[in-house]
């Protein structure tokens, strides 16, 4: 499967990071700031790294982030309702209660995030790739997708429900509990293990 385009990047420029209205931000490079709590509409950003900024709880409505790296950033309980992500990286970020709904993301990855109780529901996801990262109770529901990966996830409990599974793969990820659309289970890549999970909240009986 074709991994996601990595981000382009220029030479980048030191600069201060702020929250407004319209803002726009390209080739710069932010770091060590907290904006949290901090309300926006139309921000964009684009060809940038930002590390170890926090915008927890912040609200930024209809963002656009393209050909940027977010390093050690702290997202818990952002609203990015309507965002678009083109090319982006989330590496080692804290994206606990994020709100991702109705988002387009493309060409983007996430690695070794916390993501627990994010919701990427009814957004669109092309050529995305979660790898290592924490989503449980995270919230996959009504997704459109296309290419997406998942490897070494913690996927208990999340949701996946009115999506549809066909060649999605589960079986290098671990789950103890998932929801499913079970109407759209066929073609869903599970190994032993998940499958008996899977049959067992169906109702199944399984005898040794």
């Known amino acids: 499967m074709k991994p996601p385009a990595p981000p382009q990047l220029p030479s980048l420029t030191s600069a201060d990071f702020f929250i407004e209205d319209e803002a726009f931000f390209e080739g710069q490079q932010f770091v060590l700031a907290d904006y949290?709590?901090?309300?926006?509409?139309?921000?964009?950003?684009?060809?940038?790294?930002?590390?170890?900024?926090?915008?927890?709880?912040?609200?930024?409505?209809n963002?656009?982030?393209?050909?940027?790296?977010?390093?050690?950033c702290d997202f818990s309980n952002i609203e990015w309702l309507k965002a678009s992500f083109h090319q982006v990286?989330?590496?080692?970020?804290?994206?606990?209660?994020?709100?991702?709904?109705?988002s387009y993301l493309r060409d983007c990855k996430f690695h070794d995030c916390l993501c627990d109780f994010t919701s990427f529901s009814q957004s669109?996801?092309?050529?995305?790739?979660?790898s290592q990262c924490r989503l449980t109770e995270s919230e996959f529901y009504n997704i459109k997708w296309q290419h997406?990966?998942?490897?070494?996830?913690?996927?208990?409990r999340s949701n996946w429900g009115h999506t549809s599974l066909n060649k999605l793969d589960f079986s290098q990820n671990?789950?103890?509990?998932?929801?499913?659309?079970?109407?759209?289970?066929?073609?869903?890549?599970?190994?032993?293990?998940?499958a008996l999970v899977i049959a067992t909240s169906c109702g199944?009986?399984?005898?040794?």
């Open 174 to 194: 671990e789950f103890q509990q998932i929801f499913l659309d079970y109407t759209a289970l066929r073609g869903l890549v599970v190994n032993p293990q998940q």
């Open 124 to 130: 669109n996801l092309k050529f995305v790739q979660f």
């Open 63 to 72: 963002f656009e982030a393209s050909n940027v790296i977010f390093y050690n």
């Open 89 to 102: 990286v989330f590496e080692q970020c804290k994206l606990t209660g994020a709100n991702f709904a109705e």
């Open 36 to 61: 949290s709590y901090l309300t926006a509409k139309n921000m964009i950003i684009r060809q940038s790294t930002l590390e170890k900024i926090s915008l927890h709880k912040a609200s930024l409505d």
């Open 148 to 156: 997406l990966t998942l490897s070494q996830n913690d996927l208990t």
């Open 204 to 208: 199944l009986v399984i005898k040794d």
